[in-house]
DNA sequence: CCATGCAGTTAACAACTGTTCTCTGGAATG
DNA sequence: CATTCCAGAGAACAGTTGTTAACTGCATGG
């Protein structure tokens, strides 16, 4: 499938995920908006100007852990909402969804958390572009439920975005929780869950 | 009431508050946590080492601007829950007050939206208590409503979890449409004030 | 009125930053 | 096999950073 690419551009590929991977591990005591160039070339132990032939500047790696963080989630949002029935199972399996992303992929949650509102503009917009699409396609799903008869498209897009809200903010109390004791995380399943249900509850009497 | 303090300490305030007023402005552009101090006191008009008579670091600055922007919400987030009834006014009135609050303090806004995930761990801490001091305070006002009979404590620091969350999301919205077209602010008016019913549809029926 | 306190200044430090230009070694190409 | 290409290295740049120490001048309190 994948042409098979040359061991130079292989190299070069490897050495810009090295470059990622650094930033993604000293941002996580930091904004990007704080950090160097020369800081994330330290920590692969390649050379401060080998950092160009890969990125414009920081903000421009800032915009592919962008892409890195949330583009190969969108199958998994949408087959989360997909699989239809409100029941409470259901629920749960979703909080214990996003527990899990957040146990495999700290770093990643962590970046989207604190770039959403962060200093660096372009950042900024790209992530505000993923989780438009994420609600588009949780709109589109929520849209094949019949419970969702009558509803009009914006109102639906209304509660796709709540929905994804949500799940961010849940997604970032698990990160909060990720160091704490089992009964602190087990707290915030239960409170993701039930805030969850609520909503489920008003979406199913929306149209009274 | 308060003592009239003297023309020194009164300059030292003076010189203090002139700080905070800098970095807010500074930090519409850029994090907390790659704010210099002596970008601030350049920005003052003082020497650098001016700073330390003030702040141990940008991080204590940070705090500090923590309070300033979160500390005299209190009494307006009490009100506004408050005022009982559940009518769509109700929930369009609120909208409307977070707007202004956005029009008249965008650069607090943006600083606490900012922060809240930001590189700072003592600035995060002090925004977490902060609302989580909210949340509780709209729990108690959530208890004295008729609605909430029957609630356990729980639960209704669940909800009250959740409407501080939105509130937050509201705010950032409007933060964003500060500068778009008025139909844009609108969209985010109304879109806010649906979620905002839909989350009060499913408090009613939450018992059921 | 005089001694003390203290907000803000001045100067200097070592360390760090992003960016430029030049160079090199080895893979890619024909 | 010879030529081109290019990821990364190396050195140098002007400018920035936080922190230190010793100072100055003025409001304060006895």
């Known amino acids: ?16 995920q090295a470059l990622l991977d650094a930033a993604l591990v000293l941002l996580e005591e930091q904004s990007l908006s704080s950090l160097g160039l020369r800081e994330v070339t330290r920590a692969v132990g390649v050379a401060p100007t080998a950092f160009y032939r890969h990125f414009r500047s920081t903000a421009d790696l800032g915009v592919a852990l962008v892409e890195e963080a949330l583009g190969s989630l969108h199958p998994m949002i949408r087959t989360t909402v997909s699989t239809a029935s409100d029941s409470a199972e259901r629920i749960d399996r979703t909080v214990e ?3 899990r992303h957040v146990e495999t992929h700290p770093a990643h949650v962590r970046f989207v958390a604190r770039e959403r509102h962060g200093g660096v503009q372009p950042v900024r917009q790209a992530i505000r572009a993923q989780l438009e699409r994420f609600a588009e396609e949780v709109r589109d799903e929520l849209a094949k439920d019949p419970v969702s008869e009558g509803w009009s498209a914006d109102d639906l897009l209304m509660l796709a975005t709540l929905y994804v809200d949500q799940m961010l903010i849940t997604a970032s ?7 704490a004791p089992a009964e602190e995380r087990d707290r915030v399943t239960r409170l993701a869950a039930r805030q969850l249900r609520l909503i489920s509850i008003g979406r199913r009497h929306w149209l009274e």
Request: charged share 25%; proline share 0%; glycine share 4%.
């Open 97 to 99: 969804l996003i527990a």
């Open 1 to 16: 499938m994948s042409h098979t690419l040359g061991i130079r551009q292989a190299q070069k590929q490897k050495t810009r």
């Open 173 to 179: 109390l698990f990160l909060e929780a990720l160091d």
